[in-house]
């Protein structure tokens, strides 16, 4: 069947058609939980577990104090300790865009490392960089440069959206658009965030389908219905996940990430159980 058919079949059989395709599990992005991991990391992360997670994705790491207290070696026991992998982590590396320093981008790569991670994930980018298409293709070259010393360590670089890379710059063009047409497909691969997608107006299935085998992971957040500018538990949602996760699957994604920026009258462990048990038996993920 051709990449082509197989998306299509995709969108009309369902999940379970490419059940067989690759084998994926739920994951965390670690954000979601921001509040309560300071408070208890050992206990959070069992907890994680727990829930039905089989896979983190890590952020704010310090340079003093590694993830909550645990340097980065002691993280990564204790996610073993709990059957949890980490693909991914979401690096701020602002210092390489602006002055081109490597230094900061380089202690990641050795955190990443450290963890097991295939993927440095860059989670968002200062708005002063990218206020014009010139500078929009010089951050495209920037990240190309970026994803070379991430290959030289054997990591693979990652960009995640949020929604203001569709804000037009003139003349057509918008930021996402240049950073796709100016990176290299063989060294950046892109997490596309399927809430911010669609909070920009963007359609998640066409996006795919145009480049595909430029996703390497998504973020699988659901936009509350009633509540502007707010997420809810997967599934309870406005978003069609059912369309959207076969067709990130005939891309090539390979890692789907539950991600929650906000709890409303719901405990959070309650709530990550809740959008991980839709994940596993709805979505098939």
């Not at 097991?116 to 010139?134: A, C, H, R």
Request: overall charge positive.
């Amino acid at each position: 069947m051709t990449q082509a058919g197989l998306a299509s079949a995709a969108l009309v059989l369902g999940p379970q058609l490419l059940s067989a395709q690759a084998k994926s599990y739920p994951g965390l992005q670690l954000y979601t939980l921001r509040d309560e991991l300071p408070k208890g990391v050992k206990d959070v992360i069992a907890k994680v577990a727990k829930a039905g997670y089989k896979e983190v994705e890590t952020f704010g790491y310090d340079m003093k104090t590694g993830y909550w207290g645990l340097k980065e070696k002691d993280f990564s026991k204790l996610l073993k300790d709990n059957g949890l992998t980490t693909p991914s982590g979401h690096y701020g590396i602002d210092s390489f865009f602006g002055k081109g320093d490597t230094n900061e981008l380089k202690k990641y790569i050795e955190v990443a490392n450290a963890l097991g991670q295939t993927y440095v994930v860059v989670p968002s980018l200062n708005g002063e960089f990218i206020k014009t298409v010139d500078e929009c293709k010089a951050v495209a070259e920037k990240l190309n440069k970026a994803a070379d010393i991430c290959k030289a360590s054997g990591l693979k670089l990652g960009y995640h959206n949020h929604n203001f890379e569709w804000k037009p710059l003139g003349g057509g063009a918008t930021f996402y658009d240049t950073i796709l047409a100016g990176t290299d497909p063989k060294l950046v691969h892109m997490e596309m965030d399927i809430y911010w997608v669609v909070k920009a107006g963007q359609d998640p299935i066409k996006i795919l389908d145009k480049h595909r085998g430029r996703y390497a992971l998504v973020h699988v957040k659901d936009k509350d219905k009633t509540i502007a500018d707010s997420t809810t538990e997967v599934g309870n949602g406005s978003i069609d996940f059912k369309k959207i996760i076969p067709a990130a699957r005939a891309a090539g994604v390979k890692h789907f990430i539950m991600e929650q920026e906000n709890f409303t009258n719901i405990d959070p462990f309650v709530s990550i159980t809740k959008s991980c048990s839709y994940m596993k038996n709805t979505l098939h993920v």
